[in-house]
């Protein structure tokens, strides 16, 4: 099965040559969506000839980045496409281990998460990205019977046929919101694998008004109640008596 690796960047000059050196110690398809970045990187992108390159000429944000990665796969002949930051949050030696999880061709999605296993090493993620998590995994799990640990994580493997058929459209942060809904009412399997939980930098901010962790909670739930109603689900009211949870003491929860 042929698997593209797509990583959105946006200002990641710092990063970007050693993550895709790093990439390619275990594969060549790769390609990068540079989000109209403003530090140089889309030109040192440009420069290559080791990578597929998309180039934003206005910033869209994350979701239309991995969205407009899915469309490039299906256009290529890719059945498969791995997602994965830029900024060293997710390390490339794991690709291996999701290409096994590939061939076994037993998912629809293979989604990586932070919580499924308590790891040493692991970092502690900032206080509001915990909490977020847990509040809406906490949710998403209650509204279609699942039991995922990390909803947010963007290192996935994603067979690229099934995500066509979801006719994806959120361009921001809160892209996650609309692809669960759909994974659901399409009926897609997800299995989770354990990565490790890195932040090299806590405090990267989202920009804007999504640096308040309840503005962002609050336009998450916004996008997740819309995309329930889009498909009738019962639990649609319900998301308006979601708030943040209580911190908790230990962080072997699903968090940020």
């Known amino acids: ?34 989000d109209c970045s403003t530090d140089g990187t889309g030109d040192l992108l440009a420069q290559r000839k080791d990578i597929h390159l998309i180039r934003h000429e206005r910033n869209m944000g994350y979701g239309r980045s991995i969205i407009d990665s899915f469309d490039f796969a299906a256009a290529n002949g890719f059945d498969w496409i791995i997602t994965m930051d830029c900024d060293e949050q997710h390390e490339p030696e794991m690709l291996p281990t999701f290409l096994r999880e590939i061939e076994k061709d037993a998912s629809d999605i293979i989604s990586g998460s932070r919580y499924t296993h308590v790891n040493a090493q692991d970092d502690i993620a900032p206080g509001d990205r915990q909490l ?65 939980r890195i932040y090299n930098d806590p405090n990267r901010t989202f920009g804007g ?38 911190p908790q003491a230990c962080c072997d929860c699903s968090c940020g």
């Open 209 to 246: 008004t999504l640096d308040d962790a309840k503005i962002r909670l609050r336009h998450y739930l916004d996008v997740l109640k819309t995309e329930l109603t889009r498909i009738n689900h019962e639990g649609a009211s319900s998301v308006d008596l979601i708030t943040l949870d209580e």
């Open 1 to 34: 099965m042929r698997t593209l690796i797509a990583i959105p960047v946006f200002n990641e000059r710092k990063y970007v040559d050693r993550v895709l050196r790093r990439v390619h110690d275990f594969h060549d398809q790769i390609l990068c969506v540079d």
């Open 132 to 196: 977020i998590n847990r509040t809406i995994t906490a949710a998403v799990n209650d509204l279609f019977g699942w039991e995922l640990t990390d909803t947010f994580c963007g290192f996935k493997a994603h067979r690229v046929s099934a995500m066509q058929k979801l006719k994806l459209d959120e361009p921001g942060y809160a892209f996650p919101l609309q692809l669960w809904p759909r994974v659901y009412a399409a009926g897609l399997t997800v299995t989770e694998i354990p990565v490790r």
